[in-house]
């Protein structure tokens, strides 16, 4: 059975992003559990809401939102490396003509940081995306564009 | 015995009986206690490093400062940490340490 829509989002900016970043091939998809210090810069996708907007009886919009968490261990400004990884990201995700494929409208819409102190100096930043995608009704795999 | 001498008798004799490592800090060697027990930060496994022994030997060791761990039980030997943190704590001081990453 084809995936959704949203997953062939999420499966491409994965794909997009391995080994394209400081972060090289620690690119995780929904990873529950913690990642050992010395894997760090590691980046983990994660899978949002998608909430689908009927436009008519032909079609709706679902709005896919998704989150990539940029987890950074340094030895004293993690600011300012969590927000270079995200940076590599960005660039990249904006720039993928395949991902352009399956929605429109490919947005940051908000950035979360938190730092933290353990045997090195940790830090997380969630940056928050959204594609637009327009499906016909009872067809979730399908982008129409 | 005043309830300071009592206290100070009992930090030394605790550290006597606890130590399992020594903190080598400005050419000065001191025994104390080091864990590095791991905890999630942030979705990070990572150890929390942390040396305590009486305040009198730490008195003087300011945030930043650099010092090496010896610790048989945890296979370190002259394992380079900087101090994130001092924590004095009636008569004990606990640094918590951050690893030098070379």
Known sequence: ?145 | MSFAALEARINAVTVAKLANATATIAGEVVAGMFDADYQEILGTSAAVPAFAAESASLATVPRGAALTIDCAALGLEDAPYLVAEVQPDNGITRLLLRRVVG
């Open chain 1, 1 to 145: 059975m084809a995936a959704s829509v949203v997953e062939q989002i999420l499966a491409r900016c994965k794909a997009a992003l391995l080994d394209a970043t400081d972060a090289a091939d620690r690119v995780e998809r929904g990873r529950p559990d913690a990642v050992a210090i010395d894997d760090q810069p590691t980046l983990n996708i994660r899978r949002g809401t998608a909430d689908d907007e009927p436009r008519g009886d032909l079609g709706g919009r679902l709005m896919v939102a998704w989150s990539i968490e940029h987890l950074v261990a340094v030895d004293d400004d993690w600011e300012t490396a969590a927000d270079a990884l995200h940076m590599q990201t960005h660039a990249v995700l904006a720039a993928d003509t395949q991902l352009a494929t399956l929605g429109r409208g490919l947005r940051c819409s908000g950035t979360d940081a938190e730092g933290d102190s353990g045997e090195r100096v940790i830090g997380r930043l969630t940056a928050r995306y959204q594609m637009q995608v327009f499906i016909r009704p009872g067809d979730l795999t399908r982008a129409i564009n």
